[in-house]
């Protein structure tokens, strides 16, 4: 069983660097280390990272959703004429998550999308080159 010290040491190893951890649970940084290779200590800690990157993973998915929703208002024209959104940021958050591929691949599902996002960066002001240069 974890004493209250290691405990406190899990939670801050996924925040912060090892030298600053053992200054704030109050150990030596050699300690710190020693724990760090007991079986219970990397369980938990792997445990806090496994947790740490599920919530990171839920935070972005949130962000992908709202990019595409985002998207599709503009794509659709659902967004006022003052509505200035910058297109190739929201196509790369897509891109960059996986929600969208590379809409110049060959088999583009829907070949019309180039020129949809080309008009409402026109409409922005803006350009949109769909190979990202």
Request: glycine fraction near 10%.
């Amino acid at each position: 069983m974890l004493h209250h010290k290691q405990k406190k040491a899990v939670r801050l190893l996924c925040q912060v660097p090892e030298e600053r951890v053992a200054a704030e649970v109050g150990v030596l940084v050699k300690t710190l280390r020693r724990w760090m290779g007991n079986r219970e200590f990397a369980e938990a800690l792997a445990a806090q990272i496994r947790e740490g990157r599920d919530s990171a993973a839920r935070i972005c998915s949130q962000g992908y959703a709202h990019a595409a929703a985002k998207l599709h208002e503009v794509v659709a024209g659902e967004t006022g004429a003052s509505a200035k959104l910058d297109v190739k940021t929201l196509v790369d958050i897509l891109k960059g998550g996986g929600i969208l591929k590379d809409t110049s691949d060959a088999g583009n599902d829907n070949p019309g999308f180039d020129a949809s996002l080309s008009q409402v960066a026109a409409r922005n002001g803006e350009t949109y080159d769909p190979s990202g240069s």
